[in-house]
């Protein structure tokens, strides 16, 4: 027998049987209150469109804890570029990257070094200090910051060439897909009330 959080704990077997009625109680209070305190518990989605021209932003994104399948996802990514698709992780400028860690992947192919300087430029800048802003702003718990893993999805077409403006709408749009992933919006009635009117832009 020995002594934890929740008082003392007997071993029986290999499992660890609660000693009393109390003790569970306790216990499940505990997790309770973990859980109450614990903002981001599952992994989340949000995705966001900034912007105009060939310098829109189209951001999807994915937010998850360390040991989830998001970072198998992140960790698998990031091993295995491929070529024109060489994720990179996210930085404020460099040796100093944003907590949650965030990797980026390009959603279209990088053909030439002009192209690349884009992503390992503004868009990487960009989004990391969207990421600092949202835990700076309570989006994200600061407390939780180094628990969680994201992935950003990014969108710079091949005619991009403004980095002010490929800086600026990739930043809105990834604070606002923070924002809608850890809102959980549009919320499923949301998403019925448009599925009949909504105007896709590029359909």
């Given at each position: 027998m020995f002594?934890?959080?929740?008082g003392d704990v007997k071993i029986?077997?290999?499992?660890?049987?609660?000693?009393t009625k109390n003790h569970t109680m306790h216990f499940y209070k505990v997790l309770i209150?973990?859980?109450?305190?614990t903002k981001i518990l599952n992994s989340l989605v949000g995705e966001a469109?900034?912007?105009?021209?060939?310098?829109?932003?189209?951001?999807?994104?994915?937010?998850?804890?360390?040991?989830?399948?998001?970072?198998?996802?992140?960790?698998?990514s990031l091993a295995m570029p491929r070529q024109g698709h060489s994720p990179l992780l996210a930085v404020l400028e460099?040796?100093?990257?944003?907590?949650?860690?965030?990797?980026?992947?390009?959603?279209?192919?990088?053909?030439?070094?002009?192209?690349?300087?884009?992503?390992?430029?503004?868009?990487?800048?960009?989004?990391?200090?969207?990421?600092?802003?949202?835990?700076?702003?309570?989006?994200?718990?600061k407390e939780e910051a180094e628990d969680l893993l994201i992935i950003v999805s990014v969108f710079i077409e091949w005619?991009?060439?403004d980095k002010d403006k490929i800086y600026e709408?990739?930043?809105?749009a990834t604070k606002l897909a923070i924002k809608r992933a850890v809102d959980g919006t549009p919320t499923v009635d949301e998403a019925l009330a448009k599925k009949d009117s909504a105007a896709h832009p590029f359909a």
């Open positions: 002594s934890c959080l929740c029986r077997n290999g499992r660890n049987v609660l000693g209150e973990v859980k109450e305190m469109l900034v912007g105009e021209g060939p310098e829109v932003a189209h951001i999807d994104l994915v937010i998850g804890r360390k040991g989830s399948a998001v970072e198998t996802a992140f960790m698998n460099p040796n100093v990257t944003p907590k949650p860690a965030t990797l980026l992947v390009n959603k279209v192919t990088m053909k030439n070094v002009a192209q690349a300087s884009l992503m390992f430029g503004p868009a990487q800048a960009s989004i990391a200090k969207a990421v600092m802003d949202s835990v700076d702003e309570g989006v994200i718990p005619d991009a060439k709408f990739n930043y809105e």
